[in-house]
């Protein structure tokens, strides 16, 4: 599937590398508790529809997605197009991914201090 493609990964600006990072680690712990994901991302996304954070179409998206299950929502935010880019940009995922875990992706995809970067 198009989204595991690491050459594609690699291709990708740092800050979109990190933000898809960040939905697929958040994404496969969703899909360990669909369950409890599921009223996670809907509240996540309630939350965005009334503080209209999220443009209504991309909410709608989501919920649409979510509604297909983790399968739909995976291959939707992890795909390396125009429209995953976006859905990542939303991250409906606030909540899932452990905080140590979220710290060590954003460590990882750092860009580099002037003095490292010699």
């Not at 809907?42 to 649409?64: E, F, H, I, K, T």
Request: proline share 5%.
């Amino acid at each position: 599937m198009a989204y595991l493609s690491t050459m594609d990964l690699n291709a990708l600006s740092l800050e979109d590398r990190r933000s898809w990072q960040l939905n697929a680690a958040a994404i496969k712990h969703a899909c360990a508790d669909w369950p409890t994901a599921k009223i996670i991302v809907a509240q996540n996304l309630d939350r965005m529809d009334l503080g209209r954070r999220v443009a209504p179409g991309y909410v709608s998206r989501c919920r649409d997605l979510l509604r297909l299950g983790p399968e739909a929502m995976k291959a939707a935010f992890l795909a390396l197009d125009d429209d995953g880019q976006v859905l990542r940009s939303i991250h409906p995922w606030a909540g899932l991914l452990p905080n140590a875990e979220r710290l060590a992706i954003l460590r990882a995809t750092r860009r580099p201090l002037a003095d490292e970067a010699r």
